[in-house]
């Protein structure tokens, strides 16, 4: 599958050409961001931090751009990162992987010496795990390239990635030579690297066609677009659609929706057609075995399926897609088609956009929409007070009932959302 490639520089997106040239440059990473992650991994690249343009306290011009971006996917940071801190750091601000160049290769090795830095790496293990951990094993005519692509170590791609593996749960190659040139990229190179090695492979650097991409697909191999994606050479679409296995599943992929809060709703299956639809309409769309015909979730009903992003398993034979469910789920009415009863069980997400909706959508007689700021901190505090004075289960329950829905009507007035605090304690988590 496709991940999609964001290189930051001097505070922009850009493309360069040969990590040198630049090509494009643009301001609109929110909006990258969220088109990307709809139909796979996204990796953001501090390429300021990868050439050691920062300040004395390590950060880039780039630097609150990157941080702004970490929790808007499922994004996978590099570009500097020497340290076990700083990839700690970027982990607990919502990074899911962090990627390690120049640090990982002992580049100035004398014969006898180890072709990686182990010290480092035995450390960044035990600080973060190996799942966390890409290495790159960028390369210039064969050899490990470092510093930024500025100078290659004395190290083969094939001997470097024998040994980055027992560190990582995948390598990121890049074929330097081809980076940014859409010229295509060394095929021979890549097919020797993915035999070479077992874990995940990730092949970037001059991809310039979907045929490609569903070679390298077929090999075994993920592929990173940048130049591509940015000229309209490739289409995020074609490319998830068509590096799905057709053939395992006789042209019927099984797709799983479940909520943003994880629960499980229903279960069809789609064809090309039906992936078509649902990326072209923002909806999830099936096609009916019964009816021989497409049919988009809530056509009738009006309780359709907004589509957030979609996720192909690591066989490439279901899919597991992510909606905004709008009303229940199942034809019979009830949230999920796995249960039986007619409304979605409460959580915090679900009592928020009931809030949201009270304040856009005001209904007579509706106590939410009378809250305004002033009253709404009265009542937080309120709350709080009652629910320390509160004895017993069944009083503390009804008062922190009581808190919690004031303080998600506070949050929604402050532009706030529950994914907002679960990434604040996560990142606390992480911190420790």
């Given at each position: 599958m496709v991940i999609s490639s964001i290189d930051l520089k001097d505070g922009h997106v850009v493309q360069l050409k040969n990590g040198k040239d630049l090509v494009l440059q643009r301001d609109d990473s929110d909006a990258l961001i969220d088109e990307f992650n709809k139909y796979g991994e996204v990796a953001i690249i501090d390429l300021d931090a990868a050439l050691r343009n920062t300040d004395e306290k390590g950060n880039t011009k780039n630097t609150e751009l990157l941080k702004s971006l970490l929790r808007r996917g499922n994004v996978r940071v590099g570009g500097g990162i020497r340290d076990v801190k700083k990839a700690r750091q970027l982990i607990s601000l919502g990074a899911e992987k962090v990627i390690i160049g120049s640090a990982a290769w002992n580049a100035s090795r004398k014969d006898g010496e180890p072709?990686?830095?182990?010290?480092?790496?035995?450390?960044?293990?035990?600080?973060?795990?190996?799942?966390?951990?890409?290495?790159?094993?960028?390369?210039?005519?064969?050899?490990?390239?470092?510093?930024?692509?500025?100078?290659?170590?004395?190290?083969?791609?094939?001997?470097?990635?024998?040994?980055?593996?027992?560190?990582?749960?995948?390598?990121?190659?890049?074929?330097?030579?081809?980076?940014?040139?859409?010229?295509?990229?060394?095929?021979?190179?890549?097919?020797?690297?993915?035999?070479?090695?077992?874990?995940?492979?990730?092949?970037?650097?001059?991809?310039?066609?979907?045929?490609?991409?569903?070679?390298?697909?077929?090999?075994?191999?993920?592929?990173?677009?940048?130049?591509?994606?940015?000229?309209?050479?490739?289409?995020?679409?074609?490319?998830?659609?068509?590096?799905?296995?057709?053939?395992?599943?006789?042209?019927?992929?099984?797709?799983?929706?479940?909520?943003?809060?994880?629960?499980?709703?229903?279960?069809?299956?789609?064809n090309k057609e039906a992936f078509e639809r649902t990326f072209k309409d923002g909806k999830l769309t099936f096609f009916s075995r019964t009816r021989k015909a497409l049919w988009t979730k809530g056509e009738t009903s009006g309780h359709f399926l907004q589509l957030v992003k979609l996720r192909a398993d690591c066989d490439r034979d279901t899919v597991l897609a992510t909606v905004i469910p709008h009303g229940g789920a199942c034809h019979t009415g009830s949230w999920t088609c796995f249960g039986s009863e007619p409304d979605a069980k409460s959580n915090m997400e679900r009592l928020y956009a009931t809030i949201a909706d009270r304040f856009a959508n005001p209904k007579p007689g509706s106590y939410t929409a009378t809250l305004n700021d002033k009253r709404v901190r009265e009542k937080v505090m309120e709350e709080a007070e009652e629910l320390t004075e509160a004895e017993g289960k069944d009083e503390v329950v009804w008062e922190a009932a009581d808190l919690l829905y004031f303080v998600s009507v506070l949050m929604y007035k402050e532009g706030v959302n529950w994914q907002d605090v679960y990434n604040e304690l996560d990142k606390r988590h992480k911190e420790k």
């Open positions: 072709i990686l830095n182990t010290a480092f790496l035995d450390e960044l293990v035990k600080a973060i795990g190996r799942q966390r951990i890409i290495i790159s094993v960028d390369a210039i005519n064969g050899k490990i390239a470092v510093k930024g692509w500025t100078e290659t170590a004395n190290i083969s791609l094939i001997e470097g990635a024998r040994e980055a593996e027992k560190y990582a749960s995948e390598l990121l190659f890049t074929c330097v030579e081809k980076e940014g040139c859409m010229q295509g990229t060394d095929m021979g190179m890549v097919k020797e690297l993915r035999n070479a090695v077992k874990c995940r492979v990730v092949a970037a650097g001059g991809v310039n066609s979907l045929e490609q991409v569903v070679e390298l697909e077929r090999m075994g191999c993920d592929v990173q677009l940048g130049m591509a994606l940015y000229t309209g050479v490739v289409s995020l679409k074609d490319s998830f659609i068509e590096c799905l296995d057709w053939k395992k599943t006789d042209g019927m992929i099984p797709v799983i929706a479940q909520s943003e809060a994880g629960e499980v709703l229903m279960m069809g299956y789609a």
